[in-house]
């Protein structure tokens, strides 16, 4: 079946340090591939996402590209707040759906 | 702005109690979902509704069942609460097929002792 993998947490950065948070995926067809973002005390939120190969999703500064052929979705910030200390998680969904299929998610803290 | 309201942040229930989790959607979204989020599992789906009445088994539906009487208002109804259902459940509401974009709820956490 559909999986995503992405890297252990927690990761942790000084503020205004480059992020990536590696995220690749197991999926017959052609999935969709989203990031989500859950801060402290509130429920998922979309980030961003991409919908076809070379495709790149970005929102707040952050970007991720849709790598077919390492299949793979690395979400990117090249200076990153403390704001920006959530837990992030990788999805994909297939077959024009919208059941999404989660990965463990990442917790990132920055420090001032 | 889309709200999805989850009834309870916070519940403590025995072993064996019946459990209703409560979520409304005031976006008129066709599509409805209960995840739990567990450290290290990441979120896994439980059940979904396409339409009111209709109700399809995610991936981990067993000790759950779910009820949609109304499009706005999904329950997850656990019926013997166990001490393996303690987790954190998310609900979340979708317009159509095909965007791939969930509006969540800030998930309801329940400890079973």
């Known amino acids: 079946g559909d999986s995503v993998t992405q890297m252990e947490g927690p990761v942790t950065l000084s503020e205004e340090a480059f992020l990536t948070i590696n995220c690749t995926y197991t999926?017959?067809?052609?999935?969709?591939l989203f990031w989500y973002v859950q801060y402290p005390g509130e429920g998922l939120q979309l980030l961003l996402k991409?919908?076809?190969?070379?495709d790149k999703g970005s929102n707040k500064g952050f970007e991720a590209t849709y790598r077919k052929e390492t299949t793979s979705f690395h979400l990117e910030k090249g200076s990153v707040q403390v704001s920006d200390s959530a837990v992030y998680f990788c999805?994909?969904?297939?077959?024009?759906?919208?059941?999404?299929?989660f990965g463990t998610g990442t917790r990132l803290t920055i420090i001032p | 702005d889309v709200k999805v309201t989850q009834s309870s942040r916070y519940l403590v229930k025995r072993t064996g109690e019946k459990v209703f989790l409560e979520c409304v959607q005031d976006?008129?979204?066709?599509?409805m979902f209960w995840y739990r989020q567990d450290p290290g599992l990441g979120l896994r789906l439980i059940y979904f509704?396409?339409?009111?009445?209709?109700?399809e088994k995610g991936d981990i539906p067993e000790g759950y069942s779910v009820s949609r009487e109304k499009k706005e208002r999904f329950s997850l109804i656990l019926e013997s609460a166990s001490t393996n259902q303690t987790s954190m459940y998310l609900c979340?509401?979708?317009?159509?097929?095909?965007?791939?974009?969930?509006?969540f709820g800030e998930g309801s956490r329940l400890t079973v002792l």
């Open positions: 979340a509401s979708s317009p159509d097929w095909n965007t791939g974009e969930l509006f």
């Open positions: 976006m008129d979204h066709e599509n």
């Open positions: 991409a919908t076809k190969a070379d």
């Open positions: 509704s396409y339409d009111v009445k209709m109700k």
């Open positions: 999805a994909l969904s297939n077959f024009g759906n919208e059941k999404l299929t």
């Open positions: 999926a017959t067809g052609y999935p969709s």
